[in-house]
């Protein structure tokens, strides 16, 4: 009998929870499916078979496996220092996230918290109920208060939900360290099924903090009655006000507005549409007793700029993607409806992917380590080659040979970090004057790190020089840089620098005075045109006082364009220079391999799947997968002990687009009972042979279950997708569907 293949839950890693291995897609695998003839065969020969090892090993055989066992301890522990290494990683990179999409919130949510305040103290001037009206069990009536319910629009312009998910928590945590007391409830709970009592046990549940049995809403005005509940703002999160069902809405808004005055709720509802979604669902008479207010996040390609700005172009981790990488991720983005989350997930995938794959990431992993612990960048040299040395030798195995082959990589890789650093400003400066032509840093990000652009930007540059010099500039100056004549968003973005009115321009140059404060190499070059805008001021304010205003009003206005020309030429001289000598891409630098994830088929088999591809390659290879010993010497040999299906559709590839089932069928007949024959013969020559007993109804029976799996197993095919059933035309022929690999 072959050995039984190890099951999934035992291939998992150790850190890994039941939660997150019923919810990991692993790719499925046919199992292997042993002979009951193996069993008897293996059970009388056990004793046999034992006496013969016992005999037959020696001292040399057995240590073999103990070299084998070092082995896969030694590829256990660097498997598992790769999963360190990814969690350290992608955890800065999380929480890097994170930080950024509270920063874009944090105005909205200030917004938020002081209408909160706002409405809390309308509602206390309205009065405060005597404790006879509090103790009741029924609102208060009163014509001082319309039953009017204060609510906000946080109008959030996502497709999909998913991630105002994270928005909306985030608000009720903000709120909630400010003082209200916040129930957050999802738009699953306003359903037909649950109604408005599966709606007040939610309400109730998330105030009170405990599963509450009877839906009252006099139990939460009890509560609220209390001095430390009465003093602080009530406040209803709903994430998504279009997926509410509209009967149950209305008749939850009726209900608060009536317990306005012993509960005062502020709504805050969440609309991915426009304003006008609430008049779309909810009908005129619960509508008026709404007062509504409006409130915008941000959109998300904004949300989306703000990410790779953080993560990608600023690098809070030295990990990167290659420009392939980059172009699926925007594409992946972009057809999942602008989905920040499914980008994130994405890029989480890469990164994994990534420490899987290339063993010398863990010096990515050593130098942000070290870089928190030290709290600055640990990234010369010296403490390269330090990491270097201290790599597992799995990591180190075919790469490193002798100490000056490590010295001068970890000068590489040093150097590789520094040029980064370059790189990432002249992007930053590209998408600062970018913003005046609505230019998205994804898509910039895509351009920048376009290999191909960058070798034609490079001969285009050359040639210009060669074309240009000696020749003056009088007419326009501007035209004399050899980045006007390129292509792509980069030649969009000058172009627009070239038409800046001056005061943009010197805001422009301000901002970039700010990005370049930490290289000096752009710094310095900036501050020529710095100084240079100085001059061009202090020479236009004297000429504009030394001449007058009605003489020579022409000959000022002459002067001023011309100032202005020169500006903006200057302007486009830095950037000529930043795209010239630092925006090169990470994949034309040595040793980016270990830092830079660029493998875009694996990363394509991940997100977008092969299902159909992996289903034919697990049927036919499938003792690559299984290791059993019977198919290891006989791979290529068709054994009854394979599973049904793995049979037929090898026997299917020995046929065209057209199958005939009769000699299919006599095919796989022909296998599974090779066996049966076996072991018939051995019965005849055995003189201890048992008495055959209804011989016809056996094989019957036999021919009967044969049919039955071969049915089964042509169904599972099709389900799959791999055949089509026969035709009322040609009922005797099944028609393949895949073909190849």
């Known amino acids: 009998m072959a050995p039984s293949s190890p099951s999934v839950a035992d291939s998992l890693p150790p850190s890994t929870t039941p939660e997150v291995a019923e919810n990991d897609l692993q790719p499925f695998f046919v199992l292997h499916k042993a002979s009951s003839q193996i069993k008897d065969r293996t059970s009388e020969g056990q004793g046999k078979l034992r006496k013969r090892k016992e005999l037959s090993s020696s001292p040399q055989s057995a240590k073999k496996p103990e070299g084998s066992m070092t082995e896969e301890s030694d590829c256990h522990l660097f498997q598992q220092l790769q999963s360190k290494a990814f969690d350290i990683v992608w955890k800065k990179i999380e929480s890097t996230i994170k930080d950024v999409l509270s920063d874009l919130n944090a105005s909205v949510f200030n917004d938020i918290q002081q209408w909160v305040l706002e409405c809390f ?105 209390e001095q430390d509940n009465y003093n602080k703002p009530l406040v209803l999160i709903i994430n998504d006000l279009e997926r509410c069902c509209g009967s149950v809405l209305t008749d939850f808004i009726l209900m608060l507005s009536e317990w306005v005055v012993k509960v005062p709720i502020i709504l805050i509802f969440g609309v991915a549409t426009t304003v ?111 990491y270097i040395d201290e790599l597992p030798l799995d990591a180190r195995r075919n790469q490193m040979v002798d100490h000056q082959t490590k010295k001068s990589m970890a000068e590489g890789l040093s150097e590789l970090v520094t040029v980064q650093k370059l790189w990432s400003t002249a992007v930053l400066c590209l998408y600062e004057a970018g913003k005046y032509s609505r230019v998205q840093l ?78 000096s190499k752009i710094h310095e070059k900036l501050q020529m045109l710095q100084s240079s805008v100085k001059c061009e001021d202090g020479r236009s304010l004297r000429k504009s006082s030394k001449d007058s205003p009605k003489k020579h009003a022409s000959r000022v206005s002459v002067n001023f364009d011309k100032d202005a020309r020169m500006l903006n030429s200057q302007a486009i001289a830095f950037l000529d220079y930043l795209v010239r000598n630092f925006l090169r891409p990470i994949e034309s630098m040595p040793f980016h391999e270990i830092f830079c994830f660029k493998n875009i088929e694996k990363l394509q088999l991940v997100l977008i799947g092969d299902p159909r591809r992996r289903i034919q390659v697990d049927l036919l290879d499938f003792h690559n997968i299984l290791r059993c010993s019977c198919c290891n010497k006989n791979s290529n040999a068709l054994l009854p002990s394979r599973h049904d299906s793995s049979i037929m559709y090898s026997l299917a590839q020995e046929h065209g687009d057209l199958i005939n089932l009769h000699d299919w069928f006599q095919s796989f007949r022909t296998i599974v009972l090779q066996h049966t024959n076996k072991r018939k013969q051995k019965s005849k020559q055995s003189p201890q042979a048992k008495k055959r007993k209804n011989i016809n109804g056996s094989a019957d029976q036999n021919e009967a279950s044969i049919q039955a799996r071969f049915c089964r197993a042509v169904t599972e095919l099709q389900i799959t997708g791999l055949v089509r059933m026969p035709s009322k035309r040609r009922p005797d022929f099944a028609q393949r569907v895949a073909f190849g690999l």
């Open 442 to 519: 994804l898509d910039l990000f895509c351009e920048a790190l376009n290999q191909e652009l960058h070798l034609v930007r490079d001969s285009e540059c050359y040639a210009g020089d060669k074309k240009d010099r000696g020749l003056s500039s009088r007419n326009d100056p501007c035209q004399n840089y050899s980045i006007m004549q390129s292509r792509g968003l980069i030649c969009q973005i000058v172009r627009k620098v070239r038409d800046l009115p001056t005061g943009m321009l010197h805001q422009l140059i301000e901002s970039w005075g700010k990005l370049t404060a930490d290289t």
């Open 276 to 386: 006008d979604a609430p008049r779309n669902i909810l009908p005129s008479h619960a509508l008026e007793h709404l007062c509504p207010s409006r409130f915008m996040l941000r959109t998300p390609a904004k949300r989306m700029d703000a990410i790779i700005e953080a993560v990608l172009v600023k690098h809070c981790t030295m990990f990167n993607v290659g420009h392939k990488v980059a172009l699926f991720l925007r594409n992946y983005f972009i057809n999942q409806d602008g989905t920040v989350t499914s980008f994130i997930r994405a890029l989480k995938v890469a990164c994994l992917l990534h420490f899987s794959t290339e063993p010398l990431s863990l010096l990515h992993w050593r130098a942000l380590a070290e870089g928190q612990k030290e709290g600055k960048s640990s990234l010369s040299p010296e403490a390269m080659l330090k």
């Open 121 to 225: 103290n309308a509602t206390r001037l309205l009065g405060e109920p005597t404790i006879s009206e509090a103790t009741r069990s029924l609102p208060v009536l009163n014509n001082a208060t319309p039953g009017k319910l204060f609510t906000a629009l946080v109008i959030t312009r996502n497709i999909e939900f998913v991630d105002d998910i994270f928005t909306f928590e985030e608000l009720g945590h903000f709120l909630e360290s400010h003082g209200c007391h916040v129930a957050v409830i999802s738009s699953t709970e306003f359903s037909l099924k649950n109604g408005i009592a599966g709606c007040l046990k939610a309400l109730l549940r998330e105030f009170l903090g405990s599963a509450i049995d009877s839906a009252d809403i006099s139990i939460l005005a009890s509560w609220h009655r």
